[in-house]
């Protein structure tokens, strides 16, 4: 049946478009109906001779006010003046009706766009969160806390999320808060047009995020980053103007990050999260107290890595500088060019074109050549290179960190090691898994156990306290996908593993948690499991440090490799005999003698809240003290022997 093209339909069609037009037309229409209106009547009453006025001016402002304001003709005198007078208020106060519905309509649709997130932010030097997920409010509390110094920061937060529920969210769960001025967007990022409205282009820094809606598929996750990197830098609005930019983005896949790097034009910061948090469990979980080192090292709170240049040690061996920094703890040379060498040899000396890599609270790092009575000490310590050794580790529950894990263990441990894998997966399953994801191994057996790690009966049977290492990943293997979830079914584990540990009279054991909220941080901590990896929170960190200096990327994931130096707590009577009382600055001649650096110590106290002892560049090195059975040095070194 065809439409009506009569004209009633017409006049309804262009009823429609007028007031489905934009504000400005529908303004400048009234305001021409009101002028006419307000002709009309003046017409009418020159005609009919009333006496409301001398000239035709006169006349046209008396019926103005009328149809503006209809308590304007109670003095009006005469038949024909009332009679017109009421025609022109009736007609006016349909035309002002008209206006305060228009003015309110559109109104009401410029709040519901505003709660939209659709207006465009005009903001510059601010920093730009592009998706969602948990780790948004460590990021930004880390970018607040690097930038305390400058006062209150702009962080402009863009998801595909609403923009109330994301306000919400972000004020009741950023820890400083105070600090931030936020201004919250929907939209998406893979979209040029929604790019457009947050001035991504006059941006100080971009954080990219693994959207929380894209984690169950982690390919389509990558994907999505790669396509915001692409849409970031092929915008016409960024056009000159991204070279400069320090972007940070995260895959899940490792193998995409290259793709996504490229995608960049190979100016954006790309980080594999799962290698990395990966890589960090692995080693909180064979060197007991670690996890609390990572936690200082990729806070802004506390030490970081900083990258400055330094004059004073150009030609100079490493060796001979370590002591020439009274607030900083240096561990190794980095190029412009990205490139950088963790714990050189104590007699490479320092190159014109590199900087100094240095363990220190903020980066006003001071520089003083020592004077002390140490620098003509001649410690010889031999270095013997530790071999690697048979170990034993137990891995309860699954997750795509499964992977890295395996092929880091295999490349750490000796021949004739075994990883016992428990989870709700076949043995079929797991095997074809790390075949496809790992390749051959050529250390480790892998032993695959099918069940429920928080089930008495199975753990019976197991025998957990028989294992010197225990990991406990947020088990995704019985499609559990909530952070709640797996944090629960962790927690559950702890607390049988405590038990276990208890009834056997076991004290040496090592056991790690990945714990993905931060929230259950502290409900972790009662199982008395003190090596807890909170991986959101770690990514997190990872994201802001690189964001804030995005030299330090290749640092860190150098740092986290098996090969080449990593972080150890060692006894400290590799270093001094037992009894002798050392200083912190002796240590560290004593770590260089052993082809180490020394970056703090912990004397061992049984007391979370003093962080079990560990402290990190210490800050008075010339008080000695007597090192107790359980104090550990922290050091970079090649092997933990």
């Known amino acids: 049946m065809a439409a009506g093209r009569g004209l009633r339909a017409k006049i309804h069609y262009r009823t429609d478009e007028f007031l489905s037009s934009g504000a400005g037309k529908q303004l400048f229409l009234l305001f021409v ?33 009328r149809a503006m304001d209809g308590g304007t ?19 006016g106060v349909i035309v002002s009706g008209l206006l305060i519905s228009t003015l309110s309509g559109n109104f009401q649709e410029r709040l519901e766009a505003i709660k939209r ?8 030097n601010h920093f730009l969160i592009l998706g969602w997920s948990e780790k948004i409010f460590s990021v930004i509390d880390q970018l607040s806390e690097a ?24 004020r009741d769960k950023l820890v400083h808060l105070n600090r931030i001025k936020l201004v919250v967007r929907t939209g998406s990022s893979v979209s040029l047009t929604d790019l457009s409205k947050v001035s991504f282009q006059d941006a100080q820094a971009i954080v990219v995020l693994i959207d929380a809606n894209d984690v169950e598929d982690p390919n389509k996750a990558d994907g999505r980053i790669i396509k915001s990197l ?52 692995l080693q909180t979980s064979r060197i007991s107290g670690l996890s609390v080192v990572y936690d200082e090292l990729l806070r802004f709170e506390g030490n970081e890595f900083h990258i400055s240049k330094f004059p004073q040690a150009v030609g100079r061996p490493f060796g001979d500088v370590l002591l020439d920094f009274p607030n900083g703890c240096p561990v190794g040379v980095a190029k412009a060019d990205g490139t950088h060498i963790l714990n050189p040899p104590p007699d490479r000396v320092i190159q014109p074109d590199e900087d100094m890599l240095i363990l220190a609270e903020d980066d006003h790092i001071n520089y003083a050549a020592y004077q002390g009575p140490l620098k003509s000490m001649n410690i010889t310590i031999p270095s013997t290179p530790a071999e690697k050794s048979i170990e034993h580790m137990l891995v309860l529950g699954w997750n795509e960190k499964i992977f890295p894990i395996v092929s880091e263990f295999d490349s750490y441990v000796a021949p004739g090691s075994s ?3 428990v989870n709700s997966l076949s043995e079929e399953t797991v095997r074809a898994a790390i075949a496809e994801e790992c390749g051959e191994l050529k250390n ?20 957990p306290q028989r294992f010197p290492t225990v990991m406990v990943l947020g088990d995704a293997s019985a499609g559990n996908t909530s952070a709640e979830d797996a944090d629960t079914r962790a927690i559950i584990a702890l607390l049988l593993l405590r038990d276990y540990q208890r009834r056997a009279g076991v004290t040496q054991q090592e056991v790690c948690s990945e714990i993905l909220d931060p929230k259950n941080r502290e409900l972790a901590a009662t199982t008395e499991i003190h090596d807890i990896v909170i991986s959101n929170e770690m990514v997190s960190m990872v994201l802001a440090q690189i964001s804030h200096e995005p030299r330090i990327r290749p640092v860190l994931e150098d740092l986290f490799q098996s090969e080449g130096s990593e972080i150890y707590l060692k006894a400290m009577s590799n270093y001094a005999p037992q009894g002798q009382q050392v200083t912190f600055e002796y240590l560290m001649l004593a770590a260089r003698a052993r082809n180490e650096v020394a970056l703090g110590y912990q004397r061992y106290v ?14 008075d090195r010339t008080t000695a003290f007597v090192p107790g059975p359980r104090d550990r040095l922290i050091v970079l070194a090649e092997d933990d022997g």
């Open 33 to 65: 109906l009101t002028c006419v209106v307000v002709l009309v009547f003046a017409v009418l009453a020159l005609i009919l001779g009333l006496p409301v006025g001398d000239t035709f001016f006169d006349k046209g402002w008396f019926y103005f006010t």
């Open 73 to 91: 003709m109670g003095g009006d005198t005469g038949t024909g003046v009332r009679l017109v007078s009421t025609g022109a208020t009736v007609v």
């Open 117 to 124: 997130g659709a207006s465009p932010v005009i903001e510059k």
């Open 147 to 170: 930038n305390v110094e400058k006062g209150r920061i702009i962080v402009v937060v863009m998801a595909d999320r609403d923009k109330i529920e994301m306000e919400e969210e972000l």
């Open 230 to 281: 692409m849409a970031l830098y092929n915008h016409p609005d960024g056009q000159g103007r991204m070279a400069d930019k320090r972007v940070t983005a995260e895959v899940m896949v490792a193998a995409n990050q290259e793709i996504a790097t490229i995608a960049s034009g190979n100016k954006a910061q790309v980080i594999k999260t799962n290698e990395i948090i990966s890589k960090i469990i």
């Open 419 to 421: 990883l016992t894998l």
């Open 444 to 463: 480790i057996e892998i032993r695959q156990l099918n069940g429920e790690f928080t089930s008495r009966a199975l753990m019976e049977t197991l025998q």
């Open 606 to 619: 049984k007391d979370p809240s003093k962080r079990y002892g560990i402290v990190l560049n210490p800050t």
